[in-house]
């Protein structure tokens, strides 16, 4: 725990002027970012005696050991720059709205040739429509589904467009008129292109105009005694009019609109979202956050509003948004929201009429939110927080286990040997610093050896971290570069270090500059579990002495008895079956397992489908391609002679001398064995008894 006052600025070190500031931790981690009118007041506030401070603020400004700041132009430039920030660091102290699911939107593929309407979720792509979110994606369906009778727009993927496209007949929905088709030429691309954009043009709330034109086509063919037409028309409009009636209109004025509503305590606070297009709710979304730090409503406005526009443009932005409380820097964040929809955009809270009604029953879905994620989450938070409690004890360590971190070796009868590191923080996953490994220093299977050479590659990376960023300077450790090369999940290289213009570490003497980003192997975690019993407890404990390491625990959870072992003990700690502590060793064994075994399969998978032509210089995918077709199998192929090689379009006679050369030095692949029947299953699909 670090005292503030280590790090504090000297007076008149901060500037009184708008800017951006973070917080970091001991590791360098940005762990807080903040937003100033003025940086010298905000600032101050936060090096006050710490009986004074909100208690998860003192929490903050005791786990920090380094403030820095950027100074901004305006205060809009001040919400860029720290939404920025928020998104790029993901700092923990932050106020960070956690979407329990990805919400379902309607989407039209405009930028395809025909365009599709389809359910996605995710990020958005360009030039696709969307319309939602959507509570459920079955509403979705339900809605298309009554749509699709008027406008039969293509719903099937590409793989049964192209399908159906070959075969010259089309699929259910075009024989029962709920498709058009275009898959077999019953209409042209641009008559496909006009019913997608009649269909966005409904689903955006001009309905009125498709309802009037069918009843006009249904009385007219009604005056023709064209009664079968006239029915068909008749069901169509009954159709629209059900498809309308599950967005009831809910504001006159065909308002756009998004209306936000907060239910809050003092540790949680939960955010709901009502979409309200042409008058009628399109969708509703929620968030719910932990309040880490001390905020009130208008900030937790703020807050949402920053997650729910950061990433939009245009019409996604609402022309009018609707709040509990405005914001403290309510002229900067609308300047903003109207800079992200390009042109004027109200916020403000409703005060009377159908507005303020709406939003009460917003606030109502909100607080039930809350109510019903505090019922489920209860029992998840005593449990992790048990869990941790109960390994810190039984492994007689000075406080809980924050950072877990599990290695677990995997291999194919001594090939294709691996390894793989998982990481939980507070007792959750956290995928994005999970890692694996190809064991390289010797060949062959030798679990011990390989959870010795893994633990020293990850460790020896966290003192070149330390090394490199000033935190730790010890002569003696060698660390080796060359022989440290790790796979990361992501495939990205490591990010170069450094910090923006204008940033400033104070308190702290000469600090390296850093940008705060996560980087690969930088943060110790407080124990290391491997999988497996004494000897690969006794590797791990080695390469961390080895290494100068003496204040991280290590302990192993053998899997035939579920005994926790620790280094240079002859006998386990067997904790209970029902110990929650036990529990989560092993949810973090297991899953260091099942990444190890996923990692060695796709390694085992790529090995087996290379093939001998793979080697050969200048032979692409074309060429052997053409190979296999024209021979139909590697055996064939290798059987062939230089001059029946040369037969195959594309092949001079010096690429067949490598094909053939390559192919003789190769030794032939064990024959496959059918085992329902014992067959032998020869390269050419032949067998034999």
Known sequence: MADPSSYRPKPGQIPDSPGVYKFRDEHRRVIYVGKAKSLRQRLANYFQPLASLHPRTATMVTTAASVEWTVVSTEVEALQLEYSW???????????????????YLAVTLNEEFPRVQVMRGHKKKGVRYFGPYAHAWAIRETVDLMLRV???????AGVFRNAASAGRPCLLGYI???????????SPDEHRELADEFCDFMAGRTGTYI???????????EEMEYEKAARLRDDIEALRRAMEKNAVVLADATDADLIALAEDELEAAVQIFHVRGGRVRGQRGWVTDKVEAVSTADLVEHALQQLYGEESGDAVPKEVLVPAVPEDADAVTQWLSGRRGSQV??????????????????????????????KRASDLTTRSRALEEIAEALDLDSAPLRIECFDISHLQGEDVVASMVVFEDGLPRKSEYRRFQIKGFEGQDDVRSMHEVISRRFKRYLAEKERTGEWDQEGVAVDAA????????????????????????????????????KRFAYPPQLVVVDGGQPQ???????LDELGIDDIAVCGLAKRLEEVWLPGDDDPVVLPRSSEGLYLLQRVRDTAHDFAIRYQRSKRNKRIRTSPLDAIPGLGDTRKQALIKHFGSVKRLRQATIEQICEVPGMGRKTAEAVAVALAQAAPAAPAVNTATGEIIEDDGGTTA
């Open 86 to 104: 928020i998104k790029e660091f993901d700092p923990r102290f932050n106020v960070k709205y956690r979407d329990d699911k990805s919400y379902p």
């Open 151 to 157: 406008f039969p727009v293509r719903t099937c993927s």
């Open 177 to 187: 008129g709920k498709c058009s088709a275009p898959c077999v030429g019953r209409v």
């Open 212 to 222: 009037r034109r069918l009843e006009k086509q249904m009385m007219a063919a009604a």
């Open 346 to 375: 109200s916020l403000r809270v409703p005060q009377r009429g159908d507005k303020k009604d709406l939003m009460e029953t917003v606030a109502r879905n909100a607080q039930h939110a809350l109510v019903l994620h505090k019922t």
């Open 483 to 518: 022989g440290d090369a790790m796979d990361a999940v992501n495939g990205s290289a490591p990010v170069p270090v450094g910090s923006g213009p204008g940033e400033l570490s104070v308190g702290s003497g000469e600090v390296p500059v850093d940008d705060g980003r996560p």
């Open 537 to 543: 407890v006794a590797a791990a404990r080695r390469a």
